[in-house]
């Protein structure tokens, strides 16, 4: 796979996991070329709305990323960080992504807390972890 499709679907992935975690990422560490989000607005902005997402994922009245609202925006965001890295084939390579980081993170996490008996806040911290990793990763790519 080349590499900016790659970056793109590692993103994906992240915001299937965490909605804004990769912009947040592209803000900070993206190509030099993404200008109007690495200004200071754009840098704040995707971090607040990052450490938002990552404070309310573990609170018990927060909807489930697999409801339809949550999960359109999951794949809207993960098209979107996808074009951002591959232009018209980065967006579908990002939704798919999305769609994958979405189900596969809804899966493992009550793998992990209801098959195994992990405590919650592990689990979601791990899955936060990971989430930057992807992200971080995808913009060494």
Known sequence: ??????????????????SMTPLAVLAWLG????TWLQGLFGRL???????????ADKLPFTPARTRVGPLIGRLLIGAGVGYLM???PGALVGALGAFAGTFGGF????????GLGLPDLLVALVEDAVAIGLAVEATRL
């Open 107 to 114: 899966q493992a996490r009550r793998a992990l807390t209801g």
């Open 1 to 18: 796979m080349p590499t900016p499709l790659l970056a793109a679907l590692l993103l994906g992935f992240s915001a299937g996991l965490r």
């Open 86 to 88: 591959a232009e018209k």
């Open 45 to 55: 902005l995707t971090s607040v709305f990052a450490a938002g997402e990552l404070v």
């Open 31 to 34: 190509p030099p070329q993404l």
